[in-house]
């Protein structure tokens, strides 16, 4: 299975890219924009997504690949992975199509098993 982890922070990435990285092939993103010309051009089961970013947020990045014409970007399950605990952003995320919402900082075990949870579904609406 492969991840795309999607935030601008370098610590983020790191501590998202070492806790996974025995579990999964990880490839990582600064931001939406970044994360966009990656998923055009390689395959991924999933995206971890920061929402705060510059150049394009999570938000925009997310309702970007869900109206994309690319099929296998447009039912990748997105995993929201931010600080923003504010109900409207995550509200925001969920109406641009992402599929969950986590805070940081992340308990790698829930995270794992999100991942899994969200992997399986894909799986059955193939």
Same mark, same amino acid.
């Given at each position: 299975?492969?991840?795309?982890?999607v935030?601008d922070n370098?610590?983020?990435?790191?501590?998202?890219?070492?806790?996974l990285?025995k579990?999964?092939?990880l490839e990582?993103?600064?931001n #939406?924009l970044?994360?966009?010309?990656?998923?055009?051009?390689?395959?991924?089961?999933v995206?971890?997504?920061d929402?705060?970013?510059?150049?394009?947020?999570g938000?925009?990045?997310?309702?970007l690949?869900r109206?994309?014409?690319?099929f296998r970007?447009k039912h990748?399950p997105?995993?929201?992975?931010?600080?923003?605990?504010f109900?409207?952003?995550?509200?925001?995320?969920?109406?641009? #199509?992402g599929?969950?919402y986590?805070?940081?900082?992340?308990?790698i075990e829930?995270l794992?098993?999100k991942?899994e949870?969200h992997?399986?579904?894909?799986?059955?609406?193939?």
């Amino acid at each position: 299975m492969k991840l795309l982890i999607v935030d601008d922070n370098p610590i983020n990435r790191k501590f998202l890219y070492y806790s996974l990285k025995k579990h999964y092939e990880l490839e990582t993103a600064n931001n #939406g924009l970044e994360a966009l010309n990656i998923l055009n051009e390689q395959d991924f089961d999933v995206v971890l997504m920061d929402l705060s970013m510059p150049v394009m947020d999570g938000a925009e990045a997310t309702l970007l690949i869900r109206q994309s014409a690319c099929f296998r970007n447009k039912h990748i399950p997105i995993l929201f992975v931010t600080t923003n605990d504010f109900e409207h952003e995550r509200v925001r995320c969920l109406k641009n #199509g992402g599929d969950d919402y986590l805070i940081k900082p992340i308990d790698i075990e829930e995270l794992l098993s999100k991942i899994e949870f969200h992997l399986h579904k894909k799986q059955e609406s193939l």
